[in-house]
């Protein structure tokens, strides 16, 4: 369960780019949670976003990384797919 999931840092590239640094404490049972600091980049032209772990954090994972990319489904109009 997500307990928290809030932006720290939101900033435009000159690349056209964004970078979003985000902290997510994550519930895994009462009293028991995981915290940790993602960096984001999202590349609007590519409808993509690449994260990682925010190393100028300390987390409570030791690594983390991903990525997304969305595009309309080729034959279900009205559709999208999500690639990670």
Known sequence: KVLECNNYEVNKNDDGTFTMKTKQ???????YSYEN?????????????????????????????GHWHVEQHPSK????RVFY
């Open 25 to 31: 404490r994550i519930g895994i049972l009462p009293g």
């Open 37 to 65: 600091y993602y960096n984001h980049i999202y590349h609007p032209e590519k409808n993509s976003m690449v994260w990682t772990l925010d190393y100028d954090k300390t987390s409570d994972f030791n690594d983390v990384a």
């Open 77 to 80: 109009p009205g559709c999208t």
